[in-house]
T-cell receptor
Framework: GAVVSQHPSRVICKSGTSVKIECRSL??????MFWYRQFPKQSLMLMAT?????????EQGVEKDKFLINHASLTLSTLTVTSAHPEDSSFYIC????????????FGPGTRLLVL | AQSVAQPEDQVNVAEGNPLTVKCTYS??????LFWYVQYPNRGLQFLLK??????LVKGSYGFEAEFNKSQTSFHLKKPSALVSDSALYFC????????????????FGTGTQLKVEL
């Protein structure tokens, strides 16, 4: 299957700072990337959908000014958590999908964010 | 709107025994169904998918799933469980053939923790 990487795998930051998480599709072109948040022992919560070269579409209740998403190329999307607070601590997972409705969505290994 | 139900939070099975993890779905249109597995502190790994064709789908690591349209189910099965199969399993659905709006998104179930014991 296709490979999606995320960097960093784990990050600890101070409250008020910004953190950038990268998501890369390593062996395919991802026309669409998704960002999820997962709380302990819970399912994935979709935060936003991004298509290469256009603005991300955010889910209801997700602050777009706080969670900045950029999908600058067909292999890279970034999520920046701005002015992070302890309640932003979570497991963030990206996924990527190629062109075509039948394409499978492949997931990255996730990034554990801890805001102190 | 689309939804997925995984009625069991946890499934326990002895190694060597068959396992079943249940999933039912609701979608407007034809479904595109997936199973993913998640190990602790990791992302989701793709196991298998159903698009169309044979109702029995075979996937990675010996897993298979059967699409049942009348029961709107897509249960995950394996003939002989291994301790290493212990993980969190997610069923997901999307509307087949649509890439815009809500059809663009995967809807996940709440997950089923599978525990395989010796």
């Amino acid at each position: 299957g296709a490979v999606v990487s995320q960097h960093p795998s784990r990050v600890i930051c101070k409250s008020g700072t910004s953190v950038k998480i990268e998501c890369r599709s390593l062996d395919f072109q991802a026309t669409t990337m998704f960002w999820y948040r997962q709380f302990p022992k819970q399912s994935l919560m979709l935060m936003a959908t991004s298509n290469e070269g256009s603005k991300a579409t955010y889910e209801q209740g997700v602050e777009k000014d706080k969670f900045l998403i950029n999908h600058a190329s067909l292999t890279l999307s970034t999520l920046t958590v701005t002015s992070a607070h302890p309640e932003d601590s979570s497991f963030y997972i990206c996924s990527a999908r190629g062109q075509g409705w039948e394409e499978t969505q492949y997931f990255g290994p996730g990034t554990r964010l801890l805001v102190l | 709107a689309q939804s997925v139900a995984q009625p069991e939070d946890q499934v326990n099975v002895a190694e060597g025994n068959p396992l079943t993890v249940k999933c039912t779905y609701s979608v407007s249109g034809n479904p595109y169904l997936f199973w993913y597995v998640q190990y602790p502190n990791r992302g989701l790994q793709f196991l298998l998918k159903y698009i169309t064709g044979d109702n029995l789908v075979k996937g990675s690591y010996g897993f298979e799933a059967e699409f049942n349209k009348s029961q709107t189910s897509f249960h995950l099965k394996k003939p002989s469980a291994l301790v290493s199969d212990s993980a969190l399993y997610f069923c997901a659905v999307r509307v087949r053939g649509i890439l815009t709006g809500g059809g663009n998104k995967l809807t996940f179930g709440t997950g089923t923790q599978l525990k395989v014991e010796l």
